[in-house]
């Protein structure tokens, strides 16, 4: 394939699976950018010998330019080249799967030189939703979801005009504690919450599934994508992850995509869309699926559903309080220091607390969440 791609969040969970596919597919990795694994980071780089990698950690990048030293791979650090790499001149399709809120500055960049953007760094959208949009439109930016909902979705919107759509139908697994109720989910530990059923991912990601606050997100994610007020977005509880979201059209048709649970396909669609090839996926087979089914969720045991879906309607700063309240509490769950049932009622309490603010700028989502990591961290402190 003649394609050139640079990868952003190359190590991690989707980053891996994206290198795989472009390994695979034969495609060009010009630039590749990473925190600090350093051993995975030398495996792609000697594989796909891009021009420069990234190292967001000083020490990681100072020890493996020495592990490069045979090579005539630039290893660089820091966030200008960082930002360099999300905006290469010559790159066709940049690849941003870096984790968390970190994700937002290459997000901005690719979109402002123009650039077609695989994006699996969600909460790019949940912080800055409309801005990240603007950007797009003003500079000619195109945005692939990278997240397999929203690929579907994606997919599924090939079907029909946009104009015709009436209501996306986002699937979701339920995570491992479906069906609990509020008091049971109390006492879980990380080590429960970590075990997702369908999907391999991150541990940050794995908690959100868990507490159904990635659904949220997601929510949120596909108001902005696809142009889709919130309430026009239903939550579909599908435990076997076989369809991966649904468009409802006018009419009353409805479009889904189905595949088995593999993330190597959405990175790999998003790499040839809107052309399709033959990849590393298996063939799906339904006689060996038996049944597909489907359940309304639980609002009550999962409350930061309901909670996305209040903040994507005020909209503001609200997002982005909420994904930072979140990223702290998660983290603190993570370590040990808060109960999984505190990390809804953390996030609630911050979210009540940060007076929101229309239309706010990029510093003002920082600034709102800057506020709001605070918050979080000092009530999780309280419970300590
Ligand atoms: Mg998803």
């Given at each position: 394939m003649n394609t050139k791609i640079v990868i952003l969040g190359s190590t991690g969970s989707v980053g891996r699976q994206t290198a795989e596919v472009a390994a695979d597919l034969g495609v060009e990795v010009i630039a590749l950018a990473a925190s600090r694994d350093i051993k995975t980071m030398e495996t792609q780089a000697r594989r796909f010998k891009p021009r420069f990698v990234t190292m967001s950690d000083e020490r990681a990048a100072a020890e493996l330019k020495i592990q490069l030293a045979d090579t005539d791979i630039d290893v660089r650090c820091g966030r200008e080249s960082l930002l360099e790499s999300a905006s290469q001149?010559?790159?066709d399709i940049i690849f941003n799967s870096i984790g968390q809120s970190a994700g937002l500055e290459p997000t901005l960049s690719a979109l402002s030189a123009g650039k077609r953007l695989a994006l699996a760094n969600k909460e790019s959208i949940v912080i800055a939703g409309e801005l990240v949009m603007r950007t797009a439109k003003e500079s000619g930016g195109e945005i692939i979801p990278v997240d397999s909902e929203h690929s579907a979705i994606y997919q599924c919107l090939a079907a029909g005009r946009r104009a015709d759509v009436s209501r996306l139908l986002l699937t979701a697994?339920?995570?491992?504690?479906?069906?609990?109720k509020p008091n049971q989910l109390e006492a879980i530990t990380p080590a429960q919450a970590l075990a997702h059923p369908t999907w391999k991912m991150g541990q940050k990601i794995t908690i959100d599934s868990a507490t159904l606050m990635n659904k949220g997100f997601e929510v949120i994610e596909a108001m902005h994508l696809?142009?889709?007020?919130?309430?026009s977005i239903e939550v579909l509880i599908h435990?076997?992850?076989?369809?991966h979201s649904m468009v409802e059209y006018t009419d009353n048709a409805v479009i889904a995509q189905l595949s088995l649970p593999d993330m190597r396909l959405c990175a790999q669609y998003a790499m040839t869309a809107p052309e399709r090839v033959p990849g590393l996926m298996q063939r799906l087979d339904l006689t060996e699926i038996v049944s597909l089914t489907f359940a309304k969720p639980d609002y009550e045991s999962f409350p930061l559903l309901r909670l996305a879906y209040d903040c994507a309607k005020e909209g503001g700063v609200l997002p982005a309080v909420l994904n930072a309240a979140d990223e702290v509490a998660v983290s603190q769950f993570l370590d040990g220091y808060i109960g999984f049932g505190d990390i809804s009622r953390i996030v609630k309490r911050v979210v009540a607390k940060i007076p929101n603010k229309s239309a706010p700028s990029l510093s003002e989502l920082k600034a709102a969440s800057d506020e709001a990591v605070l918050e979080a961290a000092a009530l999780c402190k309280s419970l300590h």
């Open positions: 001149p010559d790159a697994s339920g995570g491992p504690f479906y069906g609990m696809f142009g889709v007020a919130p309430d435990r076997e992850s076989i369809i």
